[in-house]
C-alpha cells in the first residue's frame, strides 16, 4: 500500500493536539498527507468518547472508514483516542474493521502502527495513562495566527458525571520550561494568539512544583516577543485565588475571556456531583470576577438533568442565569456514561433533560445577543482569519470569541489573514458582528 494517509480529529482541543503530534510523526517518517480518506493508504481517526453524542460520532465515522475500506478505496484503518481507550478491550472485536487500535498514552506509536498496517499485520497497543506528557513536536493546523498550548494532561477532579479520568488518566502538569520553549517556537512561526489548555489549567504546577503555578506561567508567556494574546480555557471555580485573578487582570496580553465551567450552581446537586464548592461561592467568584476585570467575557458550561436537578434546581439555574447574564455559555442534556457514579443514580430522563437545555439556550440566547450588540459603535481589536470568497469581507475573532465556539467578526478592508485590525463595528446580528478596518489600530 501507499505510504499516505488522512487524518481525522474528533472531539476537543486536546485531542486535536495529539492528531497534531501524530501529522508531525507521520510526516517525519515519509507518509504523505491527503485532505480525504477517500484512495489514502491509511485513515487514522483519532476519537472522542466523553459523552453519548461524541461516541456515536466516532462510531459512524469508523463505520464510514469500513465501507470505504470494503469498497477498495481506503487501505487501512487505524483507532486512537479517547473512544479506543475507554473500550480497549473489545473495539476490536465489535469493529473488526479496524487494523489497529492505539490508546491514548500510545499515540507515539503511530508511525511503527502504520507500517504494521501496511504490512498487512494488526497493532493493539496501550501504554499507561497516567505517564509523563509525551512532548512530540506537532504540526499546527489551525491557522498562521493562534494555537492551542496543552500545558497539562488528565484529570483529578472525578466529577461524578465524568469518565475523563478513567480515559486519560491523573493530572500531569508539564514543566514550565518545555511549556515556554513549545510557546517561543510557536511565536517565532507567526503565532500571536495561545489558548493554554488543558482539562482544568487552575490545577497546573500542583504536582509537579506542589502550588499553583499558572499565573507564574503566564506572566512568562506574556514576555515572549510575538505573543499579543493569551486565552485561558477551562478554569476550574474552586482554584482560583487572589494572585490569578490580579494576574488576569493586570497582564495586558491575557484576554479578558475566562471558560469556567460550572455545570451547576444547585449546591446540592454540585455536592452529589462530587463538584468543589457552593452554588454561593461561584456567585461571589463571579462577582468578584468582574469587579476586578472590567470587561470581563464569562464563558461557561452546564449540564441540564443532572441527577437530583428537579424543578426547582432547574428554575434555581435559570435565575442564577437571568441574573448572572454570562455572555458565552453551552448546555449539554445529562448522558450517563457507564462506570461513573451518576450514571447508577436517578436522573432526568433523556428527553425532559433535552427540553431543559433547550429551555436554557433560549433563556441565554437574548443574553448573548444584547451582549453582542454593546459592541456597535465601538473600535475593536480583531485578529483576522481569512476572507470569505461570497461576500468579499475579512473575518476573524475579536478578545470576547474563542474558535469553533463563539461568534466571528466580518469587515471590509484589506487587513491580511494572521494579523490584527482595528474594525469599527456598525451592526450585530445572530451572535456575528459586522465592521469597517479603520487605519488608526486605537482599539477600546
Known sequence: MEKTFAMISLGCAKNLVNSEQMLYLMDEAGYKLLPEPDGAGLAIVNTCGFIDAAKSEAIDT????????????????IVTGCLAERYKDSIRAELPEIDAVLGVGSFGDIVSAADAVLDGGGVSRFASNSAPVDEIPRIVSTGPSWAYLRIAEGCNNFCAFCAIPFIRGRYRSRSM???????????????????????????????????????????????????????????????????????IANNAKIVKYLDIPIQHINSRILKAMNRRGTGDEIRALFKTLRQKIPGLVLRTSLISGLPGEGQAEFEELCEFLRE??????????????????????????????????????????????????????????????GRDEESGRRFGRSYADSPDIDGQVFFTGSCPEGEFAAVFITSAEDGLLYGEEIRNDNCQ
Open 62 to 77: 469508523i463505520l464510514q472508514m469500513a465501507e470505504l475500506k470494503s469498497a477498495g478505496r481506503l487501505g487501512g484503518l
Open 177 to 247: 520550561e518545555n511549556v515556554l520553549e513549545e510557546a517561543r517556537d510557536l511565536a517565532a512561526h507567526g503565532v500571536k494568539e495561545l489558548i493554554v489548555i488543558a482539562q482544568d489549567i487552575t490545577r497546573y504546577g500542583t504536582d509537579l512544583y506542589g502550588q499553583r503555578k499558572l499565573a507564574a506561567l503566564c506572566r512568562e508567556l506574556a514576555k515572549i516577543e510575538g505573543v499579543e494574546w493569551i486565552r485561558l480555557h477551562y478554569l476550574y471555580p474552586d482554584q482560583f485565588d487572589d494572585e490569578l485573578i490580579d494576574e
Open 324 to 385: 448572572a447574564r454570562i455572555e458565552r455559555a453551552g448546555v449539554f442534556p445529562f448522558s450517563p456514561e457507564e462506570g461513573t457514579p451518576a450514571a447508577a443514580m436517578a436522573h432526568v430522563d433523556e428527553e425532559e433533560a433535552r427540553r431543559r437545555a433547550a429551555l436554557i439556550m433560549e433563556l441565554q440566547a437574548p443574553i448573548m445577543d444584547d451582549f453582542c450588540r454593546r459592541f456597535v459603535g465601538r473600535t475593536i481589536q480583531v485578529l483576522c482569519e
